[in-house]
């Protein structure tokens, strides 16, 4: 494949970096990355994958534009309220990349689809709000061997992890079960300052653009923790757990669960 | 100077930044190790910024040279992957 004359503009900055180069940005357009979620991370994620010339974005969301959501989710906008999430993304992202294809799926993820969603698809980003989807996507990509690159946000905090199955630790090797629902916060205490979906979004992006290249070192066995109030960023070791139930060397967990606790989603 | 086989030349007279180094770039990623590029381009600035990024990729400059009064003839050999 030969880039066209608007393809070395469009991605000339990418093509004069050293880790990038033609090379690297022929596997950004071959690539095909799956986002769990259309809003506040899967907004910004998909965002700039986009704009990087990731050929094959695939989306999952069930909801539809509303007002409350346009304080962070900046791939929609007023003209988009009501629309279902995943047709304004594709609008946005398309827009912004006539050379990217957004295949966009209004459902709800379950353990019924995912398999057969993500199998196709090189990266899964989970850019989920609730602890039920993100355990099911942490098991579903150990069982399909998928790198995942997992954000989570709540007020002023953040997290990312990058999670090679077979390689480095899951999400199980972190937080065995999840939490009981009473643990969570409630819907009332559950606010996030819009811009920080914009760090954590970025934050995985890149995380995905790095595995594409294979440059560079991701958030293998490691949390990275954000925090907007301090600015601070930690990082947290995560051994993998030999005896982790769903990547360890005994699993006990072989099937896929839809888990469903009442929880507040964000 | 030693004499040098140059295994491909190109032309990006009218081009300016950074389309110069953008196609200087491609050409010498298509290239085996060892091989020798040859460039010729009218942009003063690519002339001294060309040779420079190719250092920092880890290629060999083997000339820069002002060939007439608008051209510029830089001459390349590929090390680095
Ligand atoms: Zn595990």
Redesign the interface.
Known sequence: MEFTEDQLQRYSRHIILPEVGGKGQKKLLNAKVFIIGAGGLGCPVGYYLAAAGVGTIGMIDNDTVELSNLQRQIAHSTRTLGMPKIDSAKNTFEALNPDVKVVGIKERISKDNIKDLIKCYDVVVDGSDNFPTRYLVNDACVMLKKPLVSGAILRFEGQVTTILPGDGHCYRCLFEEMPPAGLVPSCQEAGVIGAITGVVGSLQALEVVKLILGKGEVLKNTLLIYDALRTTFRRVKIPKNPDCPVCGSKPTITELQDYDAGYCRL | MEEVKVSKSINIKGLVC??T???A??AI??MELGEVLEILLDYEEASRSIPK?ME???QKVLKVEKINDTDWQLVIRKEKE
Do not use: A, I, N, T
Request: no cysteine.
């Open positions: 950074p389309y180094f953008v196609k770039k491609l990623e298509e990024s920092d990729h880890g």
